[in-house]
């Protein structure tokens, strides 16, 4: 970690500061860090999502967690939950292995209740950074019209070009899961879901349909490009999208999506903008046909594939300007492993 240039966390409004501690071994995740925030100044604020309740032994405050994250509070043989305890000198309960619930936090001073609270949000969503992506927010691409385009240009494709290094037909996207990536998210748990699925539709209500003017938004897929520099070895082609009428609306309504998902909590900010894209061509599907395009996703804990690319210099020149059709957008939150379905 650069000393100068820590890794900065933000909770509920506020930016703290990651301190290394050392590093800690999990079974089978070797590579996780066990840290947590220096003591907070303000300890005592604290936002409206959580209450302290005073009790006859003092104060308690629930914390809600995905069970997925019990371990990191815990630490390595208790290690981190009981340094947790000492320095805030509180007492923290937190579920059994394969248990639901929340992690309770009592003590009898106040403030250090809520520090104790702001820690365990402060590990939290560091861990959660560390999570491999569960659900996309996307806009699908699945309707019949779009999956015929796509499969001539598959066939195209194959027929021009499979001579070339590394052209194979694993290398192409399933037409059912053909989708504009708008973010991607990390959900551990049902309620977590639950609170994605709310928040989509409060955007529908507050901000899409007044963009759309409640009418679908009728965009195409004109010309392809590529990832990376070197058009003789690719990793990702994708299809580029632009609306019909010439518009920004699909690029402000995704803007916006990834802007309240960020303030939720639920996704984080990884670029200024959303690049929209359809991913085509991936070599992860090389190895792994219900692999996803991680280009923008979230490093997770599995670390970067193995990737054997292929040479779309000829895939280019004949192919540069395939328009695959005009579509009807419509957005969706789905699994990574799930087929985009009409909504």
Same mark, same amino acid.
């Given at each position: 970690?650069?000393?100068?240039?820590?890794?900065?966390?933000?909770?509920?409004?506020?930016?703290?500061?990651?301190?290394?501690?050392?590093?800690?071994?999990?079974?089978?995740? +070797?590579?996780? &860090?066990? %840290?947590?925030?220096?003591?907070?100044?303000?300890? =005592?604020?604290? !936002?409206?999502?959580?209450? @302290?309740?005073?009790?006859?032994?003092?104060?308690?405050?629930?914390?809600?967690?995905?069970?997925?994250?019990?371990?990191?509070?815990?630490?390595?043989?208790?290690?981190?939950?009981?340094?947790?305890?000492?320095?805030?000198?509180?007492?923290?309960?937190?579920?059994?292995?394969?248990?639901?619930?929340?992690?309770?936090?009592?003590?009898?001073?106040?403030?250090?209740?809520?520090?104790?609270?702001?820690?365990?949000?402060?590990?939290?969503?560091?861990?959660?950074?560390?999570?491999?992506?569960?659900?996309?927010?996307?806009?699908?691409?699945?309707?019949? +019209?779009?999956? &015929?385009? %796509?499969?001539?240009?598959?066939?195209?494709?194959? =027929?021009?070009? !499979?001579?070339?290094?590394? @052209?194979?037909?694993?290398?192409?996207?399933?037409?059912?899961?053909?989708?504009?990536?708008?973010?991607?998210?990390?959900?551990?748990?049902?309620?977590?879901?639950?609170?994605?699925?709310?928040?989509?539709?409060?955007?529908?209500?507050?901000?899409?349909?007044?963009?759309?003017?409640?009418?679908?938004?009728?965009?195409?897929?004109?010309?392809?490009?590529?990832?990376?520099?070197?058009?003789?070895?690719?990793?990702?082609?994708?299809?580029?999208?632009?609306?019909?009428?010439?518009?920004?609306?699909?690029?402000?309504?995704?803007?916006?999506?990834?802007?309240?998902?960020?303030?939720?909590?639920?996704?984080?900010?990884?670029?200024?903008?959303?690049?929209?894209?359809?991913?085509?061509?991936?070599?992860?599907?090389?190895?792994?046909?219900?692999?996803?395009?991680?280009?923008?996703?979230?490093?997770?804990?599995?670390?970067?594939?193995?990737?054997?690319?292929?040479?779309?210099?000829?895939?280019?020149?004949?192919?540069?300007?395939?328009?695959?059709?005009?579509?009807?957008?419509?957005?969706?939150?789905?699994?990574?492993?799930?087929?985009?379905?009409?909504?």
């Amino acid at each position: 970690m650069e000393v100068l240039r820590p890794q900065l966390v933000k909770i509920e409004g506020r930016i703290y500061r990651k301190n290394f501690i050392q590093e800690q071994t999990y079974q089978h995740e +070797d590579e996780d &860090e066990d %840290f947590y925030g220096e003591p907070m100044e303000c300890a =005592e604020e604290l !936002s409206d999502s959580c209450v @302290v309740e005073q009790t006859e032994r003092g104060f308690q405050c629930a914390v809600a967690v995905p069970s997925p994250l019990f371990k990191y509070i815990i630490g390595k043989k208790g290690e981190t939950r009981k340094k947790l305890e000492m320095e805030t000198r509180t007492s923290i309960n937190i579920p059994k292995p394969g248990m639901e619930g929340e992690i309770v936090i009592t003590g009898q001073q106040r403030g250090g209740v809520i520090s104790a609270k702001t820690r365990i949000d402060v590990l939290v969503e560091s861990f959660r950074r560390k999570q491999p992506f569960t659900h996309f927010l996307s806009f699908s691409l699945n309707q019949p +019209d779009v999956q &015929e385009g %796509f499969l001539k240009f598959q066939e195209k494709v194959l =027929e021009k070009c !499979s001579m070339d290094r590394g @052209v194979s037909s694993c290398l192409f996207q399933n037409p059912a899961k053909l989708h504009l990536t708008v973010g991607t998210l990390v959900l551990l748990s049902d309620q977590e879901i639950q609170r994605a699925c709310e928040l989509l539709q409060q955007c529908k209500e507050e901000f899409i349909n007044k963009i759309a003017g409640g009418e679908p938004l009728l965009a195409e897929m004109l010309g392809i490009e590529y990832m990376n520099d070197d058009p003789s070895m690719m990793d990702v082609l994708y299809a580029k999208v632009h609306m019909r009428d010439g518009s920004d609306r699909l690029q402000l309504i995704a803007d916006q999506l990834v802007e309240r998902f960020v303030l939720s909590g639920l996704m984080m900010k990884e670029w200024d903008r959303v690049k929209l894209h359809a991913t085509v061509m991936n070599t992860l599907f090389r190895k792994d046909p219900t692999a996803e395009d991680r280009n923008s996703a979230p490093a997770g804990k599995s670390g970067p594939r193995e990737r054997e690319s292929f040479d779309g210099r000829n895939i280019l020149k004949p192919l540069s300007c395939t328009r695959f059709v005009v579509f009807k957008g419509n957005y969706v939150c789905r699994r990574k492993d799930e087929d985009c379905e009409k909504r």
